[in-house]
């Protein structure tokens, strides 16, 4: 079973107007809006869930320091799903029935966020998660939300960089079997020839797979100029070693999972080998190297100067993506203002009000959202870097 852990209130309340304080053996119980939180604190996806609760937990440590919300705190309750789509499953179900949580945040990857939608629709529960393909967007149903980025926000510049920087026209894709791989198989064939680029030989490879030389030896006696790999498991940052060590210098372009600080970590050095890897991420990853004209450079300072404090490391982007989710929460819960002690009540006034978010700046973009757009994505700020002395290196556009 899913492990559990209850991050404590930032701030503890003894009184809070509306008859929301009830007394146990005369010490003050104050009512929370409670958020339960499901990600991988163990298997394979652990360094990018363990990313996703820390951005969580900053968030709710500000907003409790703050007074909470409407004067309301805020409980974050988390359980480690261990990797595994089972254990997500059982988790939301425990959150929703047992914890009495008002919403549910999914802080792991594609595949596993996907196969919640509709466990959290049966539940009608107020969800959101970390997924990033819009394949699925049309099945969001009634009370999941996606405050993410999709296929489009985070291959087109990769793409533009192939063909216009690199003058490439044929180059290999390397992708990862998982939800988040089917994006990039069904989207990359469709997107390129707006590039004048051709797919010449196309690999996959299963997450938490050690080896991926077969599939880099096809490609290498391919006539690919390049390799596109998509993935966010481990195996994709493994392919990029591999890759090196077997002689193939083509340039490689890569998607944000890969620019993970216990990826840079252990595969760094491969990465910066000419010709050094290019990643597409968020523009928060590189705040320090936007121009001060950016209208979004102090938000993000913001934010990654706390969670420096806090956790004596930059922000990765799972972080950014941990705390993107809380935004959207935060701003729900303020509108609704429901009463957190009528859970039932509560939960549907929340789903309402997000679906009526509107131009609300998040750290990754910008979101407005209707009954019948669960994604509302109006803007996603995305930017390439790559990777010299163990740092990121913006590349302008």
Partial sequence: MARKIIIPLMVVVSLVAGGLVSCTQGAPVVASYKIGAVAAQSGQYAALGTQAIQGMQLLVGKINAEGGINGVPVELVVYDNKSEATEAALAVKKLAEVDEVHVIAAGDVTA???????????????????????????????????????????????????????????????????????????FLPQLSPNYGLTIVEEQYFDPGATDVSPQLTNIKNSSAQAIFIWGSSPTSAIAVKQAREMGIALPIVVTPAQVSPPFLAEFGDYYEMEPSIVAITQAIDIWQQLPDTDPDKEMYRGFAEAYQEEYDSPPAMWAILGATMLQLIEDGLKRADADPTNVEEARSKLRDALESTTNLKTLIGVYTMSPDDHYGAVGVKMVLVTFKDGQKVYLPR
């Fill in 112 to 186: 596993i966020t996907s196969s919640l939608i509709p466990v959290i629709n049966e539940l009608e529960v107020p969800g959101t998660g970390i997924s990033g393909t819009a394949l699925f967007d049309d099945q969001l149903g009634a009370w999941f939300f996606r405050p993410m980025g999709a296929e489009t926000d985070y291959s087109l510049l990769n793409l533009e960089y192939l063909s216009r920087d690199l003058g490439v026209t044929e180059y290999a894709s390397l992708i990862e079997n998982s939800g988040y791989g089917q994006g990039g198989k069904v």
